[in-house]
Each structure stands twice: as C-alpha cells, then as structure tokens.
C-alpha cells in the first residue's frame, strides 16, 4: 500500500493491536523493529516539512518491499515495525534485514537533495504460545536497544524467550558489577594496517565479556548493563586501563604500536578525565602520544563548550583524537569547522559496498578531501574484500583495518601476528599480487 501522508500509517497503537488481534489466532509471528539513524539531522538542517516528505518515502520504500506480507506501522518519530507471519531463525530476519539495507543503498531524492538511508534494526521472534503482545514486543524493543549501542553491528536479534527480555536482562545487570570485580572482561584488538606496505601500524581495542554462564558476550549487553546501573564510566576507566597495561606490554616486546580506545560521552563529560589520563600515563610509563581516544559523530555535533574543551586538553596531553563511524547516516558537518581532531575513520556502511556503489565511492573520495581540509589522518573501517583494498589505494586511502586482514583477536593472538615483521604476512601479499 502505497501511503500519501505520514497520518495513514498505522501508529504504535493501532500497529500493537493489530498484532496483539494476529497472535490470538497464530502466535508465530516475527518482528523487526527499524530505526532510521539519525534522521533527526535531516528535519534540522532542511526543515520539518521537507523531514516528513523525506521520512514518508523511506516508509514507502520499506511497504514496498515487504508488499502485503507484512503488517507495517509507525512505532515513533522515525522507527518503523514490520511483523512477518512464521518463527522466523535468526538467519532469516537477517536477510531481510540485508535486503533492506542494500535497496537503500540507491539514494533518496527529495528536490535537488539526495540521502542514503542507513538503519539500526532490532529483531525478534515471539515466544513459543505466547499471546501476550508486551513480552513480544519488549523482546524486539531490546534488541533494536543493542542495535543502536552496538557500533559493529547494526542488527541485533533477540532470542525467542520471555525470560530472556526480562529475568536473563536483569541477570546481565546484576552481573556487570561481578564481571569488573572477577576479571571477566577482556580487551580484544583489532589491527590498523598501512595499506600501501600491509604493515600493522597500530590496534584498536574492543571490550569483550568472558560470561561464566553465557560465554563470549560482545559489547551490546555489556554496555546495555552498565548504562542500566550508570557504570559506563567506570567500565570506560576500566577498559583505558588496560589500554595502558596492553600498551605497556607491546612496548616491552619492541611494538610500539598507536592504540585506539573508545571514548564513552560519560568520559567526556567527566571533568577529571584529562588529569586521570596523565595519572595512567604515568604509572604504566607510556606516553600519551601512542594513544588515539575515538568518539562518535553524536558526541562531537553536541560541540558543548564543555567538549571542546576536554578535546582540547587531551590534544595537549599528546594524545590523538579520532572521529568514529563518520558519515553514518545523516550527518551535519559543521562540527569539524569547531573542534579539532586528528583522525576520521570512515564508516564500515560505505566501505562494504565501495566496489558495486558509485556513491560510496564518491563519499569516501569526498571523506578524503576534507580530512585534507582538516589536516586529518583518514582510516577505512569494514574492508573485507581485495576489490575494497584496491579502489581504497586508488583513491589515496592510506589505512585501514577490517576482516580482510583480521578480525578482533585476544592480545596474544595480536602479539603473533604484529611479531611478523609488523606486516599482515608475506604470504598474503604474495597471493594477491599486492606488494
């Protein structure tokens, strides 16, 4: 169905009684929940009239997709829901999900404007006979939770039981303080890699959780946790401690290696933060300038005094900073004409299609003229394929990091692989052709 005006889609209400009418008669249902990242910027820099023309088309477009197999709502401003008939596996709701995404990678064209739309998703499937909408519903409102936090990922599925959106949720915050105490946690790295030489120039670091019960939890949950007993800075303060403890190491094995840490808003706003930095560079005798603190887009468009600030002192210290994700679904640009920054990493979203999207290319080649403007370094997040590697060099791309070269790997496994001659291996060069 075709609609002409936001008002005609179904609303959260009327889309959760419909489906609250459908699980009385068939309980396997499936849910996706679809947030449009950042859509917000769009109303601000165009309008809130333009905002809505553009929003109707993304849910057209998503309508149109899914034809009449699907009930479609609108759950918020700019989250929509589509409930698909079957207990769908996780496999499944993530193609559709893929299959979404890549429509969307074909751009929106609103008056001379043109968006590409990227999504965070949350995904469930409802419980085995259970007619009550709230649990259904819940589940996938988790998951979409865990889609937004996680950087990595933006699709997150929700197992198909109750007592996993509740009871198991309460369990993981109850857990956090457990994890911080018991040595649960874990820093991964993943390498940064000179693209012209393969040399691995430096890591970034990545929390993981060693669960007792549940195994190797990545960041979503954890994170999810800490926000719910307001521990993000201490989990940050944790994980920039053991940046240090890692630094120090790799230096003792002769791999001076540039570290990058994920800077929570919390960190940010702390006003000792710049001072326990120092305090940390001190006692592990590292020097600042071997560390990159990354922060988000949505960090840096707050450009409160008070970040440009915070910025500024830890620039002073010697460390470098590093904008994450750029470019990720709308993003307003000014912030770089206010704050300085040393370093832009590209979103993984354009990287992964560079090769088959003239647009991605074009952003990116784009990304590069004003990391120039700026005086920045530019790193390309998600290169998993040769093709990615070689339109990056031609386009002057000078490094990156991504499953082409290597996944996040335990620090031992890192020592390995940067002891060979800090390269990604002879081998590899020698396969492709890429020397």
């Given at each position: 169905?075709?609609?002409?005006?936001?008002?005609?889609?179904?609303?959260?209400?009327?889309?959760?009684?419909?489906?609250?009418?459908?699980?009385?008669?068939?309980?396997?249902?499936?849910?996706?929940?679809?947030?449009?990242?950042?859509?917000?910027?769009?109303?601000?820099?165009?309008?809130?009239?333009?905002?809505?023309?553009?929003?109707?088309?993304?849910?057209?477009?998503?309508?149109?997709?899914?034809?009449?197999?699907?009930?479609?709502?609108?759950?918020?401003?700019?989250?929509?829901?589509?409930?698909?008939?079957?207990?769908?596996?996780?496999?499944?709701?993530?193609?559709?999900?893929?299959?979404?995404?890549?429509?969307?990678?074909?751009?929106?064209?609103?008056?001379?404007?043109?968006?590409?739309?990227?999504?965070?998703?949350?995904?469930?499937?409802?419980?085995?006979?259970?007619?009550?909408?709230?649990?259904?519903?819940?589940?996938?409102?988790?998951?979409?939770?865990?889609a937004k936090d996680n950087k990595f990922?933006?699709?997150?599925?929700?197992?198909?039981?109750?007592?996993?959106?509740?009871?198991?949720?309460?369990?993981?915050?109850?857990?956090?303080?457990?994890?911080?105490?018991?040595?649960?946690?874990?820093?991964?790295?993943?390498?940064?890699?000179?693209l012209s030489t393969l040399r691995i120039?430096?890591?970034?670091?990545?929390?993981?959780?060693?669960?007792?019960?549940?195994?190797?939890?990545?960041?979503?949950?954890?994170?999810?946790?800490?926000?719910?007993?307001?521990?993000?800075?201490?989990?940050?303060?944790?994980?920039?401690?053991?940046?240090?403890?890692?630094?120090?190491?790799?230096?003792?094995?002769?791999?001076?290696?540039?570290?990058?840490?994920?800077?929570?808003?919390?960190?940010?706003?702390?006003?000792?933060?710049?001072?326990?930095?120092?305090?940390?560079?001190?006692?592990?005798?590292?020097?600042?300038?071997?560390?990159?603190?990354?922060?988000?887009?949505?960090?840096?468009?707050?450009?409160?005094?008070?970040?440009?600030?915070?910025?500024?002192?830890?620039?002073?210290?010697?460390?470098?900073?590093?904008?994450?994700?750029?470019?990720?679904?709308?993003?307003?640009?000014?912030?770089?004409?206010?704050?300085?920054?040393?370093?832009?990493?590209?979103?993984?979203?354009?990287?992964?299609?560079?090769?088959?999207?003239?647009?991605?290319?074009?952003?990116?080649?784009?990304?590069?003229?004003?990391?120039?403007?700026?005086?920045?370094?530019?790193?390309?997040?998600?290169?998993?394929?040769?093709?990615?590697?070689?339109?990056?060099?031609?386009?002057?791309?000078?490094?990156?990091?991504?499953?082409?070269?290597?996944?996040?790997?335990?620090?031992?496994?890192?020592?390995?692989?940067?002891?060979?001659?800090?390269?990604?291996?002879?081998?590899?060069?020698?396969?492709?052709?890429?020397?």
């Amino acid at each position: 169905m075709q609609h002409e005006s936001l008002i005609t889609i179904p609303n959260r209400y009327v889309f959760l009684g419909e489906i609250e009418q459908l699980l009385k008669v068939d309980t396997e249902q499936s849910i996706l929940l679809i947030d449009i990242v950042r859509f917000s910027d769009v109303s601000s820099s165009f309008g809130y009239e333009y905002g809505d023309r553009v929003l109707l088309e993304i849910a057209n477009r998503i309508a149109f997709l899914f034809n009449d197999n699907a009930i479609f709502g609108r759950i918020s401003g700019d989250v929509f829901g589509l409930v698909l008939t079957g207990a769908h596996q996780q496999n499944q709701l993530y193609d559709f999900y893929t299959h979404l995404v890549q429509h969307f990678k074909i751009p929106i064209q609103c008056d001379d404007h043109a968006f590409i739309a990227d999504f965070n998703v949350g995904t469930a499937t409802n419980p085995k006979n259970n007619t009550d909408i709230n649990n259904f519903f819940s589940l996938a409102e988790t998951a979409l939770k865990q889609a937004k936090d996680n950087k990595f990922d933006n699709f997150q599925y929700a197992q198909n039981s109750i007592h996993n959106s509740s009871g198991r949720a309460l369990a993981l915050k109850a857990d956090i303080t457990r994890a911080l105490d018991q040595n649960e946690l874990e820093i991964y790295f993943q390498p940064k890699i000179e693209l012209s030489t393969l040399r691995i120039i430096g890591a970034e670091c990545l929390l993981r959780w060693n669960h007792p019960l549940d195994g190797l939890i990545f960041p979503g949950a954890l994170i999810e946790a800490a926000e719910s007993y307001n521990m993000m800075n201490e989990l940050g303060y944790w994980v920039l401690e053991q940046a240090f403890v890692s630094a120090a190491h790799l230096n003792s094995l002769g791999l001076p290696l540039k570290i990058a840490v994920n800077m929570s808003p919390s960190q940010l706003y702390d006003l000792k933060f710049a001072s326990n930095l120092r305090t940390m560079s001190q006692k592990h005798q590292v020097e600042l300038s071997q560390f990159e603190l990354e922060l988000t887009e949505d960090v840096a468009l707050s450009n409160s005094i008070l970040v440009k600030k915070q910025l500024s002192q830890i620039r002073a210290l010697g460390a470098t900073i590093a904008i994450d994700d750029f470019g990720k679904g709308y993003s307003n640009l000014a912030y770089l004409r206010d704050i300085e920054i040393d370093t832009i990493k590209i979103d993984k979203s354009f990287i992964m299609q560079i090769d088959e999207s003239p647009v991605n290319r074009a952003i990116v080649e784009a990304s590069k003229l004003i990391a120039e403007a700026a005086k920045c370094q530019l790193i390309a997040e998600g290169i998993e394929s040769i093709q990615h590697l070689h339109i990056l060099r031609e386009i002057g791309v000078l490094s990156g990091q991504g499953y082409l070269f290597s996944k996040a790997i335990p620090m031992h496994e890192f020592v390995e692989l940067a002891s060979k001659d800090l390269a990604v291996g002879t081998s590899f060069v020698r396969q492709y052709h890429l020397a």
